[in-house]
Structure formats: structure tokens, C-alpha cells
């Protein structure tokens, strides 16, 4: 036991409540900090919020099956986007069509084939620099370019191609991620049981990665759904009342692709046109196009959101 | 097999090279007839007047003032926000507003684009003394929301890069959490933040619909954010709304102001880059 003299003991005591003092002060900044961070959290999460919502309430009234099955109209009570959805519609496959499968490839050959130098290197900071443009040159490219290049005009085709080149980045860095989340054994075992390169990339790697993929690509397809820019740029039209031909028709050989090379518009552009108008009713019907806008890719994102989560379960196990 | 997917990854070079050839080959006649100093220092943007004149300040002008306005919003509240979500926030939280701040990444343009023009400007408008229907104001601070899930989640990405450890010898020292996260994590983070900002800036700059719908079509050369102004963005795209005929100087002169927009923005995306690179091998 030690013997503590009356002295000592006073001296410890204060000591300790300056310590107490100084954690206690240290501590009311914390929640000074933490309180402040959740403050503007929550700011700028009711501030979207509240404005969202206003258009949800402004808009979602205007959409009936009338809104959806009409074509734009000088009257705003009449105006409807149809049109505008078919022509979304229609871009978004063509997109698809060639984003996806090119991006896949370029994420595989950059993960499973490509060996580290120069020309590997070079596509790897051209990847990350094209995510970086901005929207708006795409168009620009594409009107140099397809438009007026390849004379192909001002049509459905062009509008899918710009956008697919536009999402190409965000394709192929998902398809990396998923590809270098592969536990290195899956592969390795494949190759020990004697599958060669391709073998092993369609019936290992490429099931594997699968989800997180999709993810990617519907990640990407959100995005292109609500470009304005590029598409404005190529010369997409704000006023139309007709519809591409069918893809399926009634005679042989049944599928028609004579839309590709139509006119067309499409939501976001059918929105900036009505909110760029003077009258109260177009813009009733631009918040109601929004609301569309907002649910096809709020609900794309939450079906992306939702297969990353069970991905994560999944390795989990 | 492998010659198709070498294909695809070629794709992405081609792309740029295509993007640089196309800007430069359509802004190529337009430099021969207006003298690059006329472009770059000129006060006057009107090129469809009678006697047009291409002086680039007032579009440039509302395009940095726009970018300035939206860090003024991003940068003080996304750091903020990144501190507490890498920082203070119980994994349950971060896990809730992560995917949350995704989705509003998410929202197309043309919707903030409406926000600015018929809800916050009428709103401003009884705060703001002078603040016209169609001003710089408004659109920069919703630019700013928008970018701000960008700016959170990269410069939070970079924050909890940092090694617990170097967390750890912090409490080791008696710092408390706020100290700890101000004298330890932001310096450890820096370049990241940096990143993550400089990023923000240049989305800021190349963004497009909201600006087309709130900012104005009017050229316009003032340090006034109460008043509209054009911005290179904006410009390109009432010139594609109207016919313009291929081959004029009006259609080159949106190459040229495209070609401006793809080195600034290059620019800024060559130092995020850099940036972000830098912080990913420090630890």
C-alpha cells in the first residue's frame, strides 16, 4: 500500500478536473459538430424533399391515361407525351442494345486480358477522363460526327449511339469492379480442372459477376433516360405528333426497323420544352412529365440498389 | 474472340480521339476568320446579328460565376456532410443516406432545371431585393444541391481512406472526436477533398439544362447574379433549339465554345484525377 500524503492527494484532485474540464469541453464540441452535420444533412435533404415533393403534388394530378396516350398540343390541357415516352422508349434500346454488350467487353478485356503497359494504361485514364465530359460535347460529337459525317441525321439511331457513348464509362468500370470482386479461387479452380481463357470467362467469371453488372448497366440507363443535353443537340425535335413505325409488323420477315431512322423526341426534352413556356398549364404538365421522369429512374436505381444488396448477402455466406 | 473485346476497349480511345478531331476540326474555319484574341477577349457575344461579333467574356463569365456560386453551396455543406457521415455517423445511418444520396444523384437535370425557374426564383424573389425572373442566383445554388451527393460521397470515400490507425494514435494523444477528425483526417484526406471538389467544379461548369431553363438565353457580361446571363452551355443549346444552317460561322462558333468547355473542364479533370490517384496511394 502507498502512503499518499494530504498534499499529493489535493494536487491529483485538481489535475483530474482539469482533465474532466478539458474532456467535458472537447466533448460539447463533438456534439456541437455532430449535431451541425446531422443539421445540414437534414437541410439539404428536407430542402430536396420539398421539392420534390411540390412537384409530385403539382404534377401527379395531370397524369391520367389521357396524359400518356395524347400527343403535345397547343392546348396544355390537351397536351400529352406520348410521343415523348415511345420515342424514351425506343432510344433506350438502342442504347442498351450497344452499350451494354460493348461495355461489358471493354471491362473484360481490360480485367482478364489486357497486359499492364502502356496501351492498357492509356485506356485506363481515357476511361476515367471520358466520365469526366461533360454531357453536352457528346452531342457535340455526335453532330459533327453522326449527324452531319456519317449523314445519318437526326433520328432515333444517332440519339441511342450518342447515349450509348455517353453511359460506355460507367458500363465498363462496373464490369471491372464485379470482375475484381472475384474471389481469385473461382478461377483458379477452373483452371486447375483444365478450362482454358474462354472457358473459364463465359462459364465462371462472367455468371459470377453478373449482379454487379446489371447493376452497372441500369445504373447507366437511368442516367441516359434523363439526358437532355446531347440529345437536344443533335436536333431532336420538341413537337411531334407521330409515331415511328412499329418494330413488328404484320408481314414477313415481321420485324420492322424502319423506326431507327425516324424523328423523334423524347421525356426530358418534352419537359424543358413546357417548362420553358409561359402558360401556367404547360407547366402543370412539365411537373407531370418530372414526376415520370423522376419514378422510371428513382425505380431503376432502386432495382440497382437492391441487387447490390443481395450481392453483398451473397458473399456473405 | 479476344480481338472483339480489345474492340470494345479501343472504343473509349476512339471516342476521345473523335471528341478532340470534331472540336477542333468545325472550330478550325471559325478560328480562321475570328482572331483567337477577338474570341477569347471580346466583351460582345452576338452572333446572329447583322455585323456578328464572337468575344467569349459574358458566356464565360455566367459560366464561372454559375461554378463559383455552386461551390459556394457544395463546398462548406459537403464537407460537413462528409465528416459526420465518415466520422460521426453509426454504419446503420451511413448505410440509409449513402444509397439515399445515389438516388438524387440521379434525378435528370431538366428536373432541377424546373426547380430553379419555378420554385426556388419565386420563392428568392420575396428575399432577394432585385432578383430578376431568370437570373444567375438561383441556378447556381441549385447547382450546387445537385453536385453535392457527388462532392459528399467522394470526398467521404477519401476520409475513410485514412487508416484507423492513424485515428487511433490521435485518441492515444487525448484528442477528442472533433479534433481527431480536423487535425487528423482532413489533412490525411486533403488531396481527396481537393479531388472530390475540383470534380464538383468541373460537373459544375459542363452542366447544362438547368442553366438553359433558369440562367437565360441573353448573353450578358455582369458580375450581378441577380441579373440572367447566358452560359457557354446554355448558348450551345439554344443554337441546336433553333435551325441553324450547317457550315455557318454561327454553327462553328458552338464547336469553338464547345472546344473551350472540353479544355476547361479537361483541365479540371486532369488535377481531380491526379488528385484522387495521389490519395489512393498514400495509404
Not at chain 1, 494504361?121 to 460526327?145: F, H, K, R, T, W
Not at chain 1, 401556367?280 to 412539365?286: S, V
Not at chain 2, 460565376?65 to 455552386?70: I, M
Request: glycine share 10%; aromatic share 10%.
Amino acid at each position: 500500500m502507498t502512503t499518499i500524503t494530504e498534499g499529493s492527494l489535493g494536487a491529483a484532485v485538481t489535475t483530474d478536473q482539469a482533465a474532466l474540464d478539458a474532456v467535458r469541453k472537447a466533448k460539447q464540441k463533438d456534439i456541437v459538430l455532430a449535431t451541425g452535420g446531422m443539421i445540414v444533412m437534414a437541410i439539404a435533404m428536407t430542402l430536396l424533399l420539398t421539392l420534390i415533393g411540390d412537384l409530385v403534388i403539382r404534377g401527379a394530378a395531370r397524369i391520367d391515361y389521357g396524359f400518356l396516350t395524347s400527343y403535345p398540343s397547343r392546348l396544355p390541357e390537351r397536351a400529352g407525351v406520348l410521343s415523348a415516352w415511345v420515342g424514351s422508349l425506343l432510344v433506350m434500346l438502342v442504347t442498351a442494345f450497344l452499350a451494354i454488350p460493348i461495355g461489358i467487353g471493354a471491362g473484360l478485356y481490360l480485367e482478364e486480358y489486357a497486359r499492364k503497359g502502356w496501351l492498357s494504361n492509356l485506356i485506363e485514364i481515357n476511361v476515367s477522363n471520358l466520365a469526366g465530359v461533360p454531357s453536352i460535347i457528346y452531342g457535340l460529337l455526335a453532330l459533327g460526327l453522326f449527324v452531319y459525317g456519317f449523314s445519318l441525321g437526326k433520328t432515333i439511331l444517332v440519339a441511342g449511339m450518342t447515349l450509348a457513348l455517353l453511359i460506355l464509362p460507367i458500363v465498363i468500370v462496373s464490369t471491372r469492379e464485379a470482375v475484381r470482386a472475384i474471389p481469385r479461387i473461382i478461377k483458379e479452380g477452373a483452371y486447375g480442372l483444365g478450362a482454358d481463357q474462354w472457358q473459364v470467362m463465359w462459364n465462371y467469371i462472367i455468371p459470377a459477376a453478373r449482379p454487379g453488372i446489371l447493376t452497372g448497366a441500369i445504373v447507366g440507363l437511368s442516367r441516359a433516360i434523363g439526358e437532355t443535353a446531347p440529345i437536344i443537340t443533335i436536333g431532336a425535335l420538341t413537337f411531334i405528333a407521330f409515331l415511328p413505325p412499329p418494330p413488328v409488323t404484320g408481314e414477313f420477315p415481321f420485324i420492322s426497323f424502319a423506326w431507327l431512322n425516324d424523328g423523334f423526341t423524347v421525356l426530358p426534352i418534352q419537359m424543358f420544352n413546357w417548362v420553358s413556356r409561359p402558360q401556367e398549364g404547360f407547366h402543370t404538365a412539365a411537373a407531370a412529365t418530372g414526376v415520370v421522369l423522376i419514378a422510371l429512374t428513382f425505380s431503376l436505381n432502386g432495382i440497382a440498389i437492391w441487387i447490390r444488396y443481395r450481392l453483398r448477402k451473397g458473399y456473405r455466406n | 474472340m479476344k480481338t472483339f473485346l480489345f474492340l470494345c476497349a479501343a472504343l473509349s480511345v476512339f471516342v476521345t480521339t473523335a471528341i478532340v478531331f470534331v472540336l477542333i476540326r468545325d472550330s478550325w474555319e471559325f478560328f480562321a476568320n475570328i482572331p483567337l484574341t477577338d474570341f477569347l477577349f471580346g466583351t460582345m457575344w452576338t452572333p446572329v446579328f447583322a455585323n456578328p461579333q464572337f468575344g467569349v467574356l459574358p458566356l464565360l463569365t455566367a459560366t464561372l460565376q454559375t461554378a463559383g456560386l455552386a461551390m459556394l453551396v457544395a463546398v462548406p455543406f459537403g464537407l460537413i456532410m462528409a465528416i459526420y457521415l465518415s466520422e460521426y455517423a453509426r454504419p446503420a445511418v451511413r448505410e440509409t443516406i449513402k444509397p439515399a444520396l445515389e438516388m438524387l444523384e440521379a434525378v435528370p437535370t431538366v428536373v432541377y432545371g424546373y426547380f430553379a425557374l419555378l420554385v426556388m426564383t419565386p420563392f428568392l424573389q420575396q428575399i432577394v431585393p432585385g432578383l430578376k425572373g431568370i437570373n444567375l442566383l438561383v441556378p447556381g445554388i441549385i447547382l450546387g444541391i445537385m453536385i453535392l451527393p457527388y462532392v459528399v460521397s467522394v470526398s467521404e470515400d477519401a476520409m475513410r481512406a485514412v487508416p484507423n490507425s492513424l485515428r487511433e494514435g490521435g485518441y492515444g494523444l487525448g484528442m477528442a472526436k472533433w479534433q481527431v477528425a480536423i487535425r487528423i483526417v482532413i489533412p490525411g484526406a486533403f488531396s481527396g477533398i481537393t479531388a472530390a471538389f475540383i470534380l464538383g467544379m468541373s460537373r459544375a461548369v459542363g452542366e447544362t439544362m438547368v442553366l438553359a431553363v433558369a440562367a437565360g438565353q441573353n448573353p450578358n457580361l455582369t458580375w450581378d447574379p441577380r441579373e440572367g446571363a447566358a452560359t457557354i452551355t446554355a448558348y450551345i443549346v439554344q443554337m441546336s433549339l433553333g435551325d441553324v444552317a450547317h457550315g455557318s460561322i454561327a454553327y462553328q462558333s458552338i464547336f469553338a465554345v464547345g472546344l473551350l468547355l472540353f479544355v476547361i473542364t479537361l483541365l479540371f479533370n486532369i488535377i481531380g484525377f491526379y488528385l484522387r490517384r495521389k490519395f489512393r496511394e498514400a495509404y
